[in-house]
């Protein structure tokens, strides 16, 4: 009895060649300077945060400047490994992650300035 072509364990071949070897080397050069980035955000909020006093924002922006940040990289390389494992373009996802990374450590700066 021949099992249904979902069920066979068989290796995808797509016809991919050199073009995901390189769409893997943008994602993985992307991801890295994700983790680049993300670090020095999170140095930055730590060092803003700890000058700024207690106000109602200081929580928040604390959380926004710190600790988003890193949520956002796992985030990413969990999403892009997902996506390269579907054989699907990833490289969009390091560089999203970075923009809403930095644009919530921003709403965080500005809440711990108080304005």
Do not use: C, K
Not at 22 to 35: I, P, Y
Not at 63 to 73: D, I, K, Q, R, Y
């Amino acid at each position: 009895m021949e099992a249904y072509p979902a069920q066979r364990n068989e290796v995808m071949d797509n016809g991919a060649g050199s073009g995901d070897l390189a769409a893997t080397v943008v994602g993985l050069v992307l991801l890295a300077t994700l983790d680049a980035f993300t670090l020095l955000l999170g140095m930055f909020g730590v060092g803003l945060s700890a000058e700024g006093g207690p106000s109602e924002g200081s929580a928040v922006g604390a959380t926004l400047t710190m600790v988003v940040p890193w949520v956002l990289l796992a985030v990413a390389v969990a999403g892009s490994i997902i996506l390269r494992l579907r054989q699907r373009a990833a490289f969009w996802v390091p560089i999203v992650a970075g923009l809403v990374s930095l644009l919530a450590w921003g709403v965080g700066i500005a809440l711990l300035s108080g304005g």
